[in-house]
Every structure is written in structure tokens, then in C-alpha cells.
């Protein structure tokens, strides 16, 4: 499935997610806020929290203030994370505990497009579509959630918004 990812507003941390392009269904919503970059990642109307360790640059996606997800990333300068996922986030019927792994890189020197990876796989990726704006689009396989898409998709403006400051 594919998304349209644009902000609210020119300047605006907020984002809009529409199904297919800008003219679709609102399907999520993800704001950055703060110096951290802590946000809040809506999918349906149902909130997540995105929040970042105090002290590194690693991130987590809370539902009901537990942990659903870990972004770590995988050294001190890297561009690159580590996706911790509770598999109870991608499949209902895992049992709680059980956690899957993803890569979530960039796949050019300037941040503007990044892949999500289960080991050689690639499940998903959010690119730039317009030279001069903040316009993405989101692709990952139907087997992602879009939760999990959403807080990519966060990750990855939270980067840009860091690179900005």
C-alpha cells in the first residue's frame, strides 16, 4: 500500500498521512513538538506516543504508556536503526514478550529516503516526491501496520528536524 505524507501547515512539524496521495482518506497523523523531538504518532483516532532517551538518540513508540517499539541506532555517528518490535504489534495472536527485528536505513547520503529491512528484505520505504517541499510517500508491504509506518515515517523527520537545528 502506498501513502501521501505532507505537513500541515509550510514550517509545520505535523504531518498528515492520506491513503494513495494528498486527495485520499486521512489515515494517520504523526507531530514532532520540543527539543527531543517527542511527538505523537495518531493512527485511526488511537494514540501513540513517540518519545526519545534522555541522554542518546534512541527512540521508542508507547501505547498506554508501554513500549510497543525500540528505534536504536547502531553507533554513535550512524544514520541507521535497529526496529525493536513487540511481534504483538504485527501479529495479534504472538504471544507478548516475543519481539521482531528490523533495519531502518537510509538508502542515500542526504536522509531523504530510507528502507525498512527484515534481514535482506526489504519491507518498506518513505522517499521524498517533491524537490522543494516536504512531500513523501510511504511503501511497505501489507504486512507492516501502520503504526509501525507512522513511527518510520517520524523517525525519519525527527532526523531531519534535528538536521535543521
Known sequence: MTYDARPEAV?????????????????????????????????????????????????????????????VPTGTLSTRYDLIIESALLVPTAPLGDRTRFTWAPTDFGGTSYELRAGEERVGRVEKTALLFRHYALTFSTEVPLALQAFCFGLMMARLRSQQS
Open 11 to 71: 514550517g509545520s512539524w505535523s504531518f498528515e498521512i492520506r491513503e494513495a496521495d494528498e486527495s485520499g482518506p486521512l489515515v494517520a497523523r504523526v507531530e514532532l513538538k520540543g527539543l527531543s523531538n517527542d511527538g505523537v504518532v495518531r493512527v485511526g483516532g488511537i494514540p501513540f506516543e513517540m518519545d526519545r532517551d534522555e541522554w542518546g538518540r534512541a527512540y521508542r513508540l508507547l501505547f498506554e504508556g508501554q513500549a510497543v517499539a525500540r528505534a
